[in-house]
Protein backbone atom coordinates (compact mmCIF):
# COMPACT_ATOMS: atom_id res chain seq x y z
CA UNK A 1 0.00 0.00 0.00
CA UNK A 2 3.04 2.35 0.80
CA UNK A 3 4.25 2.48 -2.94
CA UNK A 4 0.68 2.97 -4.21
CA UNK A 5 0.68 5.95 -1.92
CA UNK A 6 3.46 7.15 -3.03
CA UNK A 7 2.57 6.41 -6.66
CA UNK A 8 -0.56 8.06 -6.24
CA UNK A 9 1.11 11.56 -4.49
CA UNK A 10 3.32 11.44 -7.75
CA UNK A 11 0.79 11.50 -10.28
CA UNK A 12 -1.27 14.13 -8.18
CA UNK A 13 1.95 15.97 -9.50
CA UNK A 14 2.35 14.89 -12.77
CA UNK A 15 -0.95 14.06 -14.26
CA UNK A 16 -1.76 17.37 -15.77
CA UNK A 17 1.47 17.28 -17.48
CA UNK A 18 0.52 15.28 -20.67
CA UNK A 19 -1.97 17.35 -23.10
CA UNK A 20 -2.98 15.87 -25.95
CA UNK A 21 -2.78 19.20 -28.19
CA UNK A 22 -3.47 21.01 -31.58
CA UNK A 23 -2.86 20.86 -35.25
CA UNK A 24 -1.91 24.34 -36.56
CA UNK A 25 -2.48 26.33 -39.62
CA UNK A 26 -1.18 27.43 -43.18
CA UNK A 27 1.84 29.95 -43.91
CA UNK A 28 1.44 33.74 -43.37
CA UNK A 29 0.73 35.54 -46.51
CA UNK A 30 -1.05 38.84 -47.36
CA UNK A 31 -3.48 39.98 -44.34
CA UNK A 32 -6.94 41.53 -44.33
CA UNK A 33 -8.57 43.01 -41.36
CA UNK A 34 -9.86 40.24 -38.95
CA UNK A 35 -13.59 39.36 -39.70
CA UNK A 36 -15.48 38.78 -36.65
CA UNK A 37 -18.68 36.01 -37.47
CA UNK A 38 -21.58 34.98 -35.60
CA UNK A 39 -20.64 33.15 -32.79
CA UNK A 40 -19.65 29.27 -33.36
CA UNK A 41 -19.96 26.52 -31.42
CA UNK A 42 -19.48 22.82 -31.68
CA UNK A 43 -20.61 19.95 -29.37
CA UNK A 44 -18.09 20.01 -27.33
CA UNK A 45 -18.98 23.66 -26.48
CA UNK A 46 -15.75 25.16 -28.39
CA UNK A 47 -17.15 28.89 -29.35
CA UNK A 48 -15.31 30.89 -32.25
CA UNK A 49 -15.81 34.30 -31.59
CA UNK A 50 -12.99 36.24 -34.39
CA UNK A 51 -11.73 34.27 -37.36
CA UNK A 52 -8.58 36.74 -37.59
CA UNK A 53 -7.05 37.34 -40.84
CA UNK A 54 -6.50 35.43 -44.24
CA UNK A 55 -5.20 33.06 -44.65
CA UNK A 56 -7.16 30.60 -43.03
CA UNK A 57 -6.94 26.87 -42.45
CA UNK A 58 -8.93 24.21 -39.66
CA UNK A 59 -7.08 23.29 -37.10
CA UNK A 60 -7.37 19.95 -36.09
CA UNK A 61 -5.54 16.78 -34.39
CA UNK A 62 -4.20 15.15 -37.39
CA UNK A 63 -2.05 11.99 -36.77
CA UNK A 64 -1.15 8.54 -38.49
CA UNK A 65 -0.39 5.31 -37.30
CA UNK A 66 3.48 4.92 -36.06
CA UNK A 67 3.87 8.08 -35.09
CA UNK A 68 6.05 8.17 -32.23
CA UNK A 69 6.71 11.30 -30.34
CA UNK A 70 8.16 12.76 -26.32
CA UNK A 71 7.09 15.56 -24.18
CA UNK A 72 8.80 16.20 -21.31
CA UNK A 73 6.90 18.69 -18.64
CA UNK A 74 8.77 20.66 -15.90
CA UNK A 75 6.30 22.14 -13.15
CA UNK A 76 7.53 24.02 -9.85
CA UNK A 77 4.58 25.86 -7.28
CA UNK A 78 4.54 27.69 -4.23
CA UNK A 79 1.91 27.81 -1.62
CA UNK A 80 0.77 29.50 1.71
CA UNK A 81 -1.31 31.67 3.88
CA UNK A 82 -1.59 35.03 2.70
CA UNK A 83 0.93 37.24 4.64
CA UNK A 84 3.18 34.82 5.38
CA UNK A 85 6.16 33.35 3.31
CA UNK A 86 5.10 30.50 0.89
CA UNK A 87 6.95 27.04 0.95
CA UNK A 88 8.64 26.40 -2.52
CA UNK A 89 7.96 22.82 -3.60
CA UNK A 90 10.54 21.08 -5.73
CA UNK A 91 10.59 20.98 -9.59
CA UNK A 92 9.34 18.05 -11.12
CA UNK A 93 10.13 16.72 -14.45
CA UNK A 94 8.13 13.31 -15.72
CA UNK A 95 8.91 12.93 -19.51
CA UNK A 96 6.08 10.60 -21.67
CA UNK A 97 6.70 8.64 -25.00
CA UNK A 98 3.45 7.99 -26.88
CA UNK A 99 2.52 5.90 -29.72
CA UNK A 100 0.28 6.12 -31.96
CA UNK A 101 -1.79 3.13 -32.38
CA UNK A 102 -5.01 4.49 -34.87
CA UNK A 103 -4.26 7.89 -36.64
CA UNK A 104 -7.28 10.10 -37.91
CA UNK A 105 -7.16 7.78 -40.95
CA UNK A 106 -8.52 5.26 -38.78
CA UNK A 107 -10.03 6.43 -36.08
CA UNK A 108 -11.81 5.02 -32.90
CA UNK A 109 -15.45 5.83 -33.07
CA UNK A 110 -16.85 6.42 -29.56
CA UNK A 111 -19.71 8.21 -28.10
CA UNK A 112 -18.57 10.11 -24.90
CA UNK A 113 -21.05 11.96 -23.23
CA UNK A 114 -23.75 12.33 -25.43
CA UNK A 115 -21.15 13.18 -28.32
CA UNK A 116 -20.12 11.40 -31.09
CA UNK A 117 -16.13 11.37 -31.69
CA UNK A 118 -13.48 10.15 -34.13
CA UNK A 119 -10.53 9.52 -31.74
CA UNK A 120 -6.43 9.17 -31.53
CA UNK A 121 -5.50 6.28 -29.79
CA UNK A 122 -2.17 6.57 -28.44
CA UNK A 123 0.35 4.31 -26.14
CA UNK A 124 1.93 6.31 -23.38
CA UNK A 125 5.04 5.51 -21.40
CA UNK A 126 6.40 7.30 -18.41
CA UNK A 127 10.23 6.71 -18.88
CA UNK A 128 11.36 9.51 -16.54
CA UNK A 129 10.37 11.19 -13.69
CA UNK A 130 12.42 13.25 -11.01
CA UNK A 131 12.79 15.91 -8.83
CA UNK A 132 15.10 19.42 -8.32
CA UNK A 133 15.23 21.55 -5.63
CA UNK A 134 18.02 23.78 -4.05
CA UNK A 135 15.34 24.44 -0.75
CA UNK A 136 14.47 20.68 -0.25
CA UNK A 137 17.45 18.82 1.86
CA UNK A 138 19.56 16.64 0.35
CA UNK A 139 17.70 13.32 1.93
CA UNK A 140 14.44 14.03 1.63
CA UNK A 141 14.86 14.70 -1.89
CA UNK A 142 16.24 11.97 -2.55
CA UNK A 143 13.54 9.96 -0.77
CA UNK A 144 11.52 11.76 -3.06
CA UNK A 145 13.34 10.67 -6.00
CA UNK A 146 12.79 7.49 -5.31
CA UNK A 147 9.38 7.29 -4.43
CA UNK A 148 8.69 8.94 -7.98
CA UNK A 149 11.18 6.09 -9.45
CA UNK A 150 8.39 3.92 -8.88
CA UNK A 151 5.81 5.65 -11.46
CA UNK A 152 8.71 4.86 -14.15
CA UNK A 153 7.01 2.03 -16.54
CA UNK A 154 3.33 2.94 -16.65
CA UNK A 155 1.83 2.63 -19.42
CA UNK A 156 -1.45 4.40 -20.45
CA UNK A 157 -3.83 4.34 -23.08
CA UNK A 158 -5.36 7.71 -24.10
CA UNK A 159 -8.08 8.82 -26.99
CA UNK A 160 -7.42 12.33 -27.96
CA UNK A 161 -10.52 14.46 -30.76
CA UNK A 162 -10.17 16.52 -33.45
CA UNK A 163 -10.03 19.16 -31.16
CA UNK A 164 -7.02 18.68 -28.94
CA UNK A 165 -9.48 17.32 -26.02
CA UNK A 166 -8.09 14.07 -24.43
CA UNK A 167 -11.49 12.44 -23.99
CA UNK A 168 -10.21 9.14 -22.46
CA UNK A 169 -7.17 8.06 -20.50
CA UNK A 170 -6.82 4.62 -18.96
CA UNK A 171 -4.14 2.75 -17.11
CA UNK A 172 -2.50 -0.11 -18.93
CA UNK A 173 0.47 -1.56 -17.26
CA UNK A 174 2.31 -1.03 -13.74
CA UNK A 175 5.40 -2.38 -13.61
CA UNK A 176 4.97 -4.49 -16.69
CA UNK A 177 2.08 -5.98 -15.51
CA UNK A 178 -1.77 -5.42 -15.88
CA UNK A 179 -2.67 -3.50 -12.41
CA UNK A 180 -4.95 -4.81 -9.77
CA UNK A 181 -8.88 -2.99 -10.05
CA UNK A 182 -8.04 -1.37 -7.38
CA UNK A 183 -4.99 0.18 -8.18
CA UNK A 184 -6.04 0.97 -11.96
CA UNK A 185 -8.91 2.67 -10.39
CA UNK A 186 -6.43 4.78 -8.27
CA UNK A 187 -4.81 5.72 -11.36
CA UNK A 188 -7.17 6.02 -13.46
CA UNK A 189 -8.97 8.37 -11.30
CA UNK A 190 -5.29 10.78 -11.41
CA UNK A 191 -4.72 10.48 -14.50
CA UNK A 192 -8.79 11.75 -15.74
CA UNK A 193 -6.99 15.14 -14.41
CA UNK A 194 -5.74 15.70 -18.26
CA UNK A 195 -9.12 15.63 -19.46
CA UNK A 196 -9.37 19.28 -18.03
CA UNK A 197 -6.32 20.33 -19.66
CA UNK A 198 -7.79 24.14 -20.27
CA UNK A 199 -6.79 23.27 -24.49
CA UNK A 200 -9.34 23.18 -27.59
CA UNK A 201 -9.09 23.45 -31.20
CA UNK A 202 -11.66 26.05 -33.09
CA UNK A 203 -14.60 24.70 -34.84
CA UNK A 204 -14.10 26.44 -38.33
CA UNK A 205 -11.01 27.43 -40.27
CA UNK A 206 -9.17 30.45 -38.67
CA UNK A 207 -6.39 32.69 -38.84
CA UNK A 208 -4.07 35.15 -37.45
CA UNK A 209 -5.83 36.86 -34.59
CA UNK A 210 -8.23 34.38 -34.25
CA UNK A 211 -10.45 33.92 -30.84
CA UNK A 212 -12.00 30.99 -29.53
CA UNK A 213 -12.84 29.67 -26.29
CA UNK A 214 -14.39 26.78 -24.26
CA UNK A 215 -15.62 26.27 -20.44
CA UNK A 216 -16.35 23.47 -17.88
CA UNK A 217 -16.99 21.69 -14.73
CA UNK A 218 -14.08 20.50 -12.93
CA UNK A 219 -13.18 18.95 -9.99
CA UNK A 220 -9.44 20.66 -8.11
CA UNK A 221 -8.93 18.76 -5.09
CA UNK A 222 -12.20 18.83 -4.22
CA UNK A 223 -13.45 21.96 -4.96
CA UNK A 224 -16.13 22.51 -7.84
CA UNK A 225 -15.63 24.93 -9.84
CA UNK A 226 -15.97 26.60 -13.30
CA UNK A 227 -12.67 26.72 -15.87
CA UNK A 228 -12.82 29.17 -19.11
CA UNK A 229 -10.38 28.96 -21.22
CA UNK A 230 -9.83 31.83 -24.19
CA UNK A 231 -7.41 30.76 -27.22
CA UNK A 232 -5.88 33.56 -29.72
CA UNK A 233 -3.46 32.32 -32.56
CA UNK A 234 -0.86 35.14 -32.35
CA UNK A 235 1.61 33.55 -35.10
CA UNK A 236 2.35 30.70 -37.28
CA UNK A 237 4.99 29.94 -40.37
CA UNK A 238 5.62 26.45 -42.73
CA UNK A 239 6.03 24.57 -39.80
CA UNK A 240 4.95 25.88 -36.35
CA UNK A 241 1.92 28.25 -34.57
CA UNK A 242 2.00 29.97 -31.57
CA UNK A 243 -1.30 29.61 -29.48
CA UNK A 244 -1.70 32.20 -26.31
CA UNK A 245 -4.01 31.21 -23.40
CA UNK A 246 -5.31 32.60 -20.99
CA UNK A 247 -7.52 30.30 -18.18
CA UNK A 248 -10.12 31.23 -15.58
CA UNK A 249 -10.90 28.99 -12.69
CA UNK A 250 -14.14 30.59 -10.07
CA UNK A 251 -15.51 28.14 -7.56
CA UNK A 252 -18.61 29.46 -5.31
CA UNK A 253 -19.42 28.48 -1.64
CA UNK A 254 -19.33 24.97 -0.20
CA UNK A 255 -17.96 22.56 2.16
CA UNK A 256 -14.70 20.54 2.14
CA UNK A 257 -12.17 18.77 3.99
CA UNK A 258 -9.79 21.10 5.44
CA UNK A 259 -6.70 20.78 3.64
CA UNK A 260 -4.81 21.12 7.36
CA UNK A 261 -7.24 18.46 9.37
CA UNK A 262 -8.70 15.53 6.82
CA UNK A 263 -10.72 14.87 10.24
CA UNK A 264 -12.86 18.14 9.91
CA UNK A 265 -14.69 20.47 7.26
CA UNK A 266 -14.34 23.96 6.32
CA UNK A 267 -16.40 26.08 3.92
CA UNK A 268 -14.89 27.68 0.86
CA UNK A 269 -16.19 30.91 0.37
CA UNK A 270 -14.69 32.13 -2.57
CA UNK A 271 -11.82 30.42 -4.57
CA UNK A 272 -10.32 32.13 -8.23
CA UNK A 273 -7.46 30.74 -10.26
CA UNK A 274 -5.63 32.98 -13.19
CA UNK A 275 -3.51 32.00 -15.79
CA UNK A 276 -1.73 32.72 -19.41
CA UNK A 277 0.73 31.41 -21.44
CA UNK A 278 1.72 30.72 -24.79
CA UNK A 279 2.02 27.29 -27.07
CA UNK A 280 4.15 26.52 -29.84
CA UNK A 281 2.55 23.37 -31.86
CA UNK A 282 3.46 21.41 -34.85
CA UNK A 283 1.57 22.26 -37.45
CA UNK A 284 1.59 18.34 -39.06
CA UNK A 285 1.56 16.49 -35.96
CA UNK A 286 -0.38 18.08 -33.62
CA UNK A 287 2.80 17.70 -31.15
CA UNK A 288 3.35 20.55 -28.50
CA UNK A 289 7.08 21.91 -29.17
CA UNK A 290 7.98 24.16 -26.48
CA UNK A 291 5.01 25.85 -23.97
CA UNK A 292 4.88 27.96 -21.28
CA UNK A 293 2.05 28.26 -18.33
CA UNK A 294 2.16 30.00 -15.05
CA UNK A 295 -0.88 30.23 -12.71
CA UNK A 296 -1.97 32.15 -9.30
CA UNK A 297 -4.71 30.88 -6.80
CA UNK A 298 -6.79 32.10 -4.29
CA UNK A 299 -8.83 29.71 -1.90
CA UNK A 300 -10.28 31.32 1.32
CA UNK A 301 -11.48 29.06 3.69
CA UNK A 302 -13.79 29.58 7.01
CA UNK A 303 -14.14 26.99 10.22
CA UNK A 304 -14.83 26.51 13.80
CA UNK A 305 -12.56 25.41 15.88
CA UNK A 306 -15.10 24.42 19.30
CA UNK A 307 -17.16 27.88 18.97
CA UNK A 308 -14.72 29.79 17.71
CA UNK A 309 -14.72 31.56 13.91
CA UNK A 310 -11.73 31.15 12.28
CA UNK A 311 -10.87 31.42 8.55
CA UNK A 312 -7.78 31.67 6.42
CA UNK A 313 -6.52 32.20 2.99
CA UNK A 314 -4.40 30.10 0.83
CA UNK A 315 -1.92 31.58 -2.16
CA UNK A 316 -0.51 29.73 -4.64
CA UNK A 317 1.35 29.99 -7.73
CA UNK A 318 2.72 27.73 -10.31
CA UNK A 319 4.48 27.30 -13.54
CA UNK A 320 5.12 24.63 -15.92
CA UNK A 321 7.37 24.29 -19.28
CA UNK A 322 6.89 21.83 -22.08
CA UNK A 323 9.29 20.52 -24.56
CA UNK A 324 8.76 18.21 -26.84
CA UNK A 325 9.87 16.21 -30.43
CA UNK A 326 9.08 14.19 -33.33
CA UNK A 327 10.49 10.85 -33.51
CA UNK A 328 11.48 7.92 -31.42
CA UNK A 329 13.71 9.00 -28.07
CA UNK A 330 16.79 7.36 -30.12
CA UNK A 331 16.18 9.62 -32.91
CA UNK A 332 18.05 12.23 -30.26
CA UNK A 333 15.29 14.49 -30.02
CA UNK A 334 14.30 16.52 -33.07
CA UNK A 335 12.68 19.39 -31.70
CA UNK A 336 11.31 21.05 -35.18
CA UNK A 337 9.73 20.26 -38.20
CA UNK A 338 12.34 20.77 -40.67
CA UNK A 339 14.04 17.72 -39.59
CA UNK A 340 10.63 15.51 -39.76
CA UNK A 341 9.76 16.14 -43.00
CA UNK A 342 13.19 13.99 -43.93
CA UNK A 343 11.40 11.22 -42.06
Known amino acids: ?151 VGIVTRQLVAEDGEVAEVTTELVGGKKPTPEIKQLLDKTFDAQRRFPFRLPPTPVGVGAKWSFSEPIVIQGIHATQASEMTLTSFDEHTAKIAIVVRQQGGRQELQHPLDPSAWATVEQYRGDGNGEFRIDRLTAVVLDAHLATTGSLRLSWKEGDQPKNATFIAASVTNIRGHIGAAADGGVADAGARDAE
Open 1 to 151: MHSVAVRARGLLVIALLLPGCAKACSPEGKTDEPQKPAVVETAGGVKLTNAGREPKNKLEVGRWTGLQYQQTVESSGSIGLSGAPPARGPTLSATTSFSVLRGTADPVAKTIDGRKLSLVEERGELVDVHAESKEVPPEALKQLDQGLALL
